[in-house]
């Protein structure tokens, strides 16, 4: 049985929270309520907070997370241009550009060659508050994306590979006084490096199962630690190119742009969005009588984690456990701090996460110099009552 299995057995089986110590399971291994435990609700998110808010958008509901790996048919989705429809069969993945031999190649042919199994939860770089549900985790199946352009032989001069997605729309293209009307396939770009970096897979399955349409079927690229517009649905072409590619869900749409001291002269910068930014943030307060249990998720880009740590109210800082079952590097993180001796009325938690660069997740005042939306990772503090 897998852990997640069991964990489901063990929930399914309505064990109370004393029954799973009493198996010598600490009770934080099991995240889903146990039967003595109610939810204490958060007055940010409203009970019935919209899930979908499109056919082809899904969030999580972060307050019903139940275990380590997202189900494919929970598993948060979004994207630009809907879901197109592949034939798998039918289906080649081309390999141009600045190679030895271009390639084309069939699910089998990906599927005959090494297959490697890798944890990575990622989150939108749009997610934020209050649900901070655009994030997921899950179990990806595939082929190193390095041995399939070793196989095609990469040229010296070969710089950035584009990742073109089957999904295409038509653009309206700004150019100084001009504006240009063109069709474009969603499209993603990574430096040399990145791209012949050992972790960088071409995904086939989710959760031990072909990947779903939302998913991206019939293959995806998954770039662990990456937020999630690195990781290309629909994957149909990769090309290798010595010029900067700069398309717009590249160079225009996922762009940060924020004030930066460099020797000491606040200067504006634009930067693109690639690997995460340390985030926590509380999923789910329970309570089991006096005993109160703070669940929350970090993301980041798979540097170890030092420390979480929780406050309530205007309180110290306190020391969170991390959950071993999440410990797999770029993994999702689940910590829980259990709260005992809390005074009736309002209550502010909150959580910061620090990696073991030293980098510490900011106050939303210290990313106020950060003026376009996406890459929020500011703390979050979150009201109860009780
Ligand atoms: N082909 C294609 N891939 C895409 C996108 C897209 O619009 N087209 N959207 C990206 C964005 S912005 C995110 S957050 C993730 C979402 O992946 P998911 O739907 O599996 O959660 O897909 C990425 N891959
Ligand atoms: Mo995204």
């Not at 293959?219 to 994957?235: D, M, S, T």
């Amino acid at each position: 049985m897998t852990k997640q299995a069991s964990r489901r057995a063990i929930l399914k089986g309505g064990l109370a929270a004393a029954g799973l110590s009493a198996l010598g399971i600490p009770e934080w291994m099991v995240p889903a309520l146990a039967e003595s435990e109610t939810l204490v609700p958060f007055t940010d998110i409203p009970e019935s907070f919209p899930l979908a808010t499109a056919p082809d958008r899904r969030i999580i509901d972060v307050r019903k997370i139940e275990g380590v790996l997202t189900p494919a048919d929970q598993f948060f989705t979004t994207q630009h241009y809907g879901h197109p429809v592949i034939d798998a069969s039918a289906f080649r993945l081309k390999v141009s550009g600045l190679v030895g031999r271009p390639l084309s190649l069939s699910i089998d042919d990906l599927r005959r060659m090494r297959r490697v199994e890798l944890v990575a939860g990622f989150e939108c770089s749009g997610n934020r508050r209050p649900m901070q549900g655009l994030c997921s985790n899950g179990r990806w199946t595939g082929v190193p994306l390095h041995l399939v352009l070793e196989q095609a032989g990469v040229r010296p001069s070969f710089r950035e590979a584009v990742f073109f997605g089957a999904d295409r729309g038509e653009e309206e293209v700004e150019f100084r006084a001009n504006k240009y009307t063109v069709v474009q396939q969603f499209g993603r770009s990574l430096p040399r490096e990145m791209a012949l970096a050992r972790e960088p897979l071409l995904a086939y399955a989710l959760n031990g199962a072909p990947l779903t349409r939302a998913q991206g079927a019939p293959l995806r690229l998954i770039v662990p630690g990456w937020y999630g517009v690195a990781n290309v649905k629909w994957l149909s072409a990769i090309h290798l190119q010595e010029a900067q590619y700069l398309g717009k869900f590249q160079a225009r749409w996922y762009r940060t742009l924020k004030g930066e001291l460099i020797d000491g002269e606040l200067k504006w910068v634009e930067t693109a969005i690639t690997r995460m930014q340390p985030k926590s943030f509380i999923a789910r307060v329970t309570r089991a009588g006096d005993r109160f249990t703070v669940f929350g998720i970090a993301l980041g880009d798979g540097t170890p984690i030092r420390s979480v740590e929780v406050r309530i109210d205007d309180g110290p800082w306190h020391e969170a456990a991390l959950d071993p079952a999440t410990a797999e590097k770029y993994s999702w993180k689940f910590f829980t701090y259990v709260w005992s001796g809390a005074a009736p009325g309002e209550h502010t938690l909150v959580s910061r996460v620090t990696d073991a660069a030293g980098r510490v997740q900011p106050t939303a005042e210290e990313l106020q110099n950060k003026k376009t939306f996406l890459e929020d990772n500011s703390q979050f503090p979150r009201k109860i009552v009780i």
